[in-house]
Nanobody, 126 residues
Framework: QVQLVESGGGLVQTGGSLRLSCAAS????????MGWFRQAPGTEREFVAG????????YYSDSVKGRFTISRDNGLNTVFLQMNSLKVDDTAIYYC???????????????????WGQGTQVTVSS
C-alpha cells in the first residue's frame, strides 16, 4: 500500500516562502509521476504542479508559475514544492499525489492520480 506524507506547511506572511515535502512509502516511487494539488475552503481541489518520473517534465498552474518549483529526489522517494512570493490566495491545504501506472504523466487532473496524502495546511497572512 502506497502512503504519502506531506510536511512543511505553516503560517507565513505575504511575500514569504515555504518548502513542502512529500515522502512516499510502500513502493519505490521513482517510476511514477507525482503532483501537488491544493484546496481552499468551499472550493474544489485544484492542480498546482506536476513532475514526471524522471523529472524531465514539469507542469504548473498559471497561478503559481514563476513562483513555485516542483522537484523530486528519487533516492529519498520524496517530492518537494518550493513556494516563493506567497500570496494570501495561496492559502489552502496542499496535497501530494502519485499515479498507479508507471512511466506516464505528469497529469493536471485529480482523476489521474490514485494515491493521496493527508494534506498540509499553508496559511499566508497579509
Amino acid at each position: 500500500q502506497v502512503q504519502l506524507v506531506e510536511s512543511g506547511g505553516g503560517l507565513v506572511q505575504t511575500g514569504g516562502s515555504l518548502r513542502l515535502s512529500c515522502a512516499a512509502s510502500g513502493r519505490t516511487n521513482n517510476r511514477y509521476s507525482m503532483g501537488w494539488f491544493r484546496q481552499a475552503p468551499g472550493t474544489e481541489r485544484e492542480f498546482v504542479a506536476g513532475i514526471s518520473w524522471r523529472a524531465s517534465t514539469t507542469y504548473y498552474s498559471d497561478s503559481v508559475k514563476g513562483r513555485f518549483t516542483i522537484s523530486r529526489d528519487n533516492g529519498l522517494n520524496t517530492v518537494f514544492l518550493q513556494m516563493n512570493s506567497l500570496k494570501v490566495d495561496d492559502t489552502a491545504i496542499y496535497y501530494c499525489a502519485t499515479t498507479q501506472i508507471p512511466y506516464e504523466g505528469p497529469w493536471t487532473t485529480t482523476t489521474r492520480y490514485t494515491y493521496w496524502g493527508q494534506g498540509t495546511q499553508v496559511t499566508v497572512s497579509s
